[in-house]
Every structure is written in C-alpha cells, then in structure tokens.
C-alpha cells in the first residue's frame, strides 16, 4: 500500500530550464528489485544549501537515485542540472562523468585510503595549487588535531566518519551525498556525528542529500523530506510531515518519540 502524498509539486517539471541556484532531476531507469522488475521514475527540484532526506524502504531506490546523481550509473533516460551546469540530458548526449560532476560523497563504507594518514587522506583530496594548510583546517574543524599522523585503521567509527566528512567537503563541492553514513555506528557516536553535521552545514553550506532509515536523524537534519517507494517519489515536505500517518507505513516510529533537540 503507498500512502498518499503530501504535495504532487514534484510530479511535473516546468517546461523552463533549471535556475542557477537549484539541483534539478528528472530520471527513469528499469531496476531488478526483490519483488521482481520495477524502474525508478523521479522528477524533483532541490535549491541551493538545502538538506534533503530521501526516505523509503529497502530497495526503494534510494541509493541508486544518489548513484545516478553522482554519476556513478547511467540512467535509460533523463537530465541533471546542477546550480546552472547541465551534467545529464539523454536526448542531447551530455553525460559528464564523476570527475566532472564532482560531488562530495559519503558512503556506507566511508572508502578512507587505509595506506594514508589522517592528514594524507584530505591532502589527497584537495584540489591542485590548494595550500597544505587547508588540510590542517579541516583537520582542526573535525577535532582530530592529535591524530593527524594516524592511519584510519587507528580511528574509530566515528572518527573515521568525521575524517570522511571532511575528506568529501576537501574540495569545497557544490552537492554532498550522503549514502546512510551512520547506520554502522551506535547511539551516542551517531547523535555526536549529527552534531557535527549540524555544525559543517552551518559554517560550509552546501546542499545536501542525505538517504536515512532513521525517521528521527531526518527530522533533525534535513528541511525537507521525500519518502520513495518501488523507485518513485510518493511523499515530499517538511519532515515532522512525513513523521504522521502516511510515514508510519515505512518505519515503527511514533512522532512523540521523536524530537530535534
């Protein structure tokens, strides 16, 4: 059963070019889902500096809706406006790969250099001609100043995180994709990771999408929320919305027990 959705605004994309100052997608692509065939179909506008939850079950699309944005995959059909920038459009042959596109990207598995220090991770990272020094910022921004010189392997999860966080935010992308970066960590370390978050996104704004199973780390981070189902947006807005009857479909929480402090 879908619930239905809270506004149907991102159904349709105006015929007028995407604004220099949003992230504009419209993509369809047939993807093989435990319950068989289905094809991920979505359209949705995103502005600039906003943070964006994508909610859904397993197998939603979820990930593949993050891929597809970082180009990562090829969608059968679709376009991609980034801030002004057309990184996709199917019809005219424009597919820019990753390296164009250049995202900053968070996944499950965080993807450190495991040969490389702290510090040797986000000097990697950094762009040409960027001072040395700005890896020592954004080592001091994550509070890893005493364990600049350590491997990740020495880390823990959570510090392993913060280093990924600044590794992605090293070459001061545009766009971050966050691929459920902290399901692997336990309560506390995942409340002290949105704390930090929280405080990246208020001195580094960058618009962000960030996929989540945790209803609650959506109403705490994000302004805005969409719930997939089988590959197709079925709920967009505020996330203390889709904390309410439809949303309960998707995930054992109740909105009392859940609160942004």
Not at 51 to 70: H, W
Not at 170 to 187: F, T, Y
Request: some cysteine.
């Amino acid at each position: 059963m879908q619930p239905p959705a809270l506004t149907h605004a991102h159904q349709h994309l105006p015929a007028a070019p995407a604004a220099n100052d949003e992230l504009a997608v419209r993509l369809k692509m047939a993807l093989s889902g435990a319950n068989g065939p289905t094809a991920l179909n979505v359209e949705i506008r995103i502005a600039r500096g906003e943070t964006l939850a994508v909610l859904g079950t397993s197998g939603s699309g979820k990930t593949t809706l993050l891929r597809l944005i970082a180009g990562l995959e090829t969608p059968d059909e679709g376009c991609i406006t980034a801030f002004g920038c057309s990184w996709l459009d199917s019809a005219r042959g424009i597919n820019l790969p990753p390296r164009k596109r250049r995202p900053g990207m968070v996944f499950q598995d965080y993807a450190l250099f495991p040969h490389m220090t702290v510090r040797g991770n986000l000097l990697f990272a950094l762009p040409r001609r960027t001072p040395h020094a700005r890896a020592d910022e954004l080592i001091e921004m994550i509070g890893l100043q005493a364990l600049a010189d350590h491997r990740p392997g020495r880390l823990s999860g959570g510090q392993q995180q913060r280093l990924a966080l600044a590794r992605a935010l090293a070459a001061a992308p545009n766009l971050l994709l966050l691929d459920e970066p902290l399901s692997a960590l336990d309560g506390g370390t995942r409340r002290e990771m949105q704390d930090t978050l929280l405080t990246l996104r208020a001195t580094h704004p960058v618009t962000t999408l960030i996929v989540t199973h945790d209803p609650a780390e959506a109403l705490r981070l994000a302004d805005r929320a969409i719930v997939m189902d089988s590959g197709r947006i079925v709920a967009d807005g505020p996330p203390a919305k889709l904390l309410s009857r439809p949303y309960r479909l998707y995930a054992p929480y109740r909105p009392h027990h859940i609160s942004r402090k």
